[in-house]
């Protein structure tokens, strides 16, 4: 690991103003992803602000949403009687992530900017890789990919988003709340992330310096049904191979309402606007849900890697669609 320089902020402007008159410095929650990344050569910093000491923890109900402060922690928000009671797709979503010890020291905005976990990103060995350093090509589109994604890439990165929570969180609307040396910003999370396009360095909208301070998630209506399905390569542990994350208001058989994310297959969390259209207004049943699976996939880009991502995203979704609805055949 190189050699950085450690702060720990006394408040929100303090973390603020030390990141961003350093270009070279970078913030510090539970540290899960980044000293990872400091101790394999990936990341160098030259300074570390720790924000674990910031007044940014904590659930509380607010308004017509639940309001999540930055550093509250994936278990803290697991445990959480609102989601428990009513953001089943949140709960599942979050404990479907990582392992109990990693929960308790992650923190939510730590998880949303988490990096890919692409092994060539992830590996300084390996030149190529344009999101490690722009220009440089990419070492997955011609060699082993079976964890990268399908949907939002080019053949300048084929890296998924590896954030579960994310996932769950573009599906149902929840907004990001920023803080900048020019003052606070909210973002939608559907417009936070980007694509992977010609700039896969570029993940997201963040000014460098800004902080998220918190998340709002609006609630869902009272008759919602929702959860959250992951397909991995082991039980626990593990990142996804596919996953999606489904919100429906079914009614005498109608689908009223559909919120649908698709995890493990995009560049961005992944909301698909193509199966809510299919879902909406149509009979909860095997072809309405096959007929939207079909539509979230469409556009996907493969390489011989990620092929049969194609196939399984759909079934992840009809089967995540059976099990909310509650309807199987
Ligand atoms: C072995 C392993 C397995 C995992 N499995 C999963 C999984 O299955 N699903 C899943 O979703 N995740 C998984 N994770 C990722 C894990 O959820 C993230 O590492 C964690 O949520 C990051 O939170 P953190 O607080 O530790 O962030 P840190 O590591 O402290 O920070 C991560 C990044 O976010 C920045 N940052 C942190 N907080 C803020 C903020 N408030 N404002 C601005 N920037 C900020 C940091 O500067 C850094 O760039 C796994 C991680 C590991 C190590
Ligand atoms: S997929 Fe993206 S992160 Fe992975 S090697 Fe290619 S450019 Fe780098």
Request: charged share 20%; aromatic share 4%; with cysteine.
């Amino acid at each position: 690991m190189l050699p950085f320089e450690y702060a720990r902020a006394a408040d929100v402007d303090e973390a603020v103003n030390l990141l961003a008159g350093d270009p070279s410095a970078s913030y510090l929650a539970g540290g899960t992803t980044q000293l990872d990344l400091m101790k394999d050569g990936v990341l160098g910093p030259e300074r570390l602000v720790d924000i674990t000491r910031l007044p940014l923890r904590g659930v509380t109900r607010d308004g017509d949403g639940l309001h999540i402060g930055a550093l509250t922690t994936m278990e803290e928000l697991a445990a959480d009687p609102t989601v428990t009671d009513e953001l089943r797709i949140v709960r599942q979503a979050l404990l479907l992530g990582a392992s109990t010890q990693l929960r308790n020291m992650a923190t939510i905005g730590g998880n949303l900017l988490q990096r890919a976990r692409c092994r060539y990103f992830r590996d300084p060995s390996v030149p190529d890789c344009n999101k490690r350093e722009p220009g440089t090509g990419c070492a997955a589109v011609n060699n082993t990919a079976r964890m990268h994604a399908i949907l939002g890439v080019s053949e300048r990165c084929i890296a998924v988003h590896a954030s579960d929570l994310a996932v769950a969180l573009v599906a149902l609307d929840a907004v990001v709340h920023l803080k900048g040396t020019s003052g606070g910003r909210s973002v939608p999370l559907t417009q936070f992330y980007r694509e992977a396009g010609s700039s896969p360095d570029v993940e997201n909208v963040l000014v460098h310096g800004e902080l998220i301070t918190a998340i709002t998630i609006p609630f869902l209506p009272p008759t919602a049904v929702s959860g959250y399905l992951k397909v991995r390569d082991r039980a626990s542990y593990e990142f996804a191979l596919a996953s999606a994350g489904v919100a429906l208001v079914v009614q005498d058989g109608t689908i009223n309402q559909a919120r649908v994310g698709l995890g493990g297959v995009g560049s961005k969390p992944w909301r698909s606007l193509e199966a809510e259209q299919v879902l909406t207004g149509s009979p909860a049943g095997e072809e309405t849900f096959r007929e939207a699976a079909a539509a979230a996939v469409q556009g996907a880009w493969t390489v011989s890697g990620t092929a049969f991502k194609v196939e399984l995203a759909q079934r992840t979704l009809v089967r995540t669609l059976r099990t909310v609805s509650g309807v199987t055949s």
